[in-house]
């Protein structure tokens, strides 16, 4: 079974940047990898995924801002932040394939 571990996440100003990793116990090399976000109240929503080919695919709130990388050796996933804004703010979820989930890290986007 695989396990996914997020890190990198906590509480930085409006216009900062954080970097979220995901460290996956398997192999990913054939799965898509991708980062969604859910903020109280609100559906989880897609951030960005990228293949194992290495295509991305970013939601509008967040392209041009957020970049979303993969090594396929060392099993990881990341996602870089930049010019974050408070409507940035959720808990952050590693995703690997369709089912296999992180337990999520908190980005909060505030002064």
């Known amino acids: 079974q695989v396990q996914l571990v997020e890190s990198g996440g906590g509480l930085v100003q409006p216009g900062g940047s954080l970097r979220l990793s995901c460290a996956a116990s398997?192999?990913?090399?054939?799965?898509?990898m991708g980062w969604y976000r859910q903020a109280p109240g609100k559906q989880r929503e897609l951030v960005a995924t990228?293949?194992?080919?290495?295509?991305?695919n970013y939601a509008d709130s967040v392209k041009g801002r957020f970049v979303i990388s993969r090594d396929n050796v060392k099993n990881t996933v990341s996602l870089q932040m930049n010019s974050l804004k408070a409507e940035d703010t959720s808990v952050y979820y590693c995703?690997?394939?369709?089912?296999?989930w992180g337990q999520g890290t908190q980005v909060t986007v505030s002064s």
């Open positions: 995703r690997l394939g369709l089912i296999n």
């Open positions: 990228i293949t194992s080919g290495g295509s991305t």
């Open positions: 398997g192999n990913t090399r054939i799965s898509t």
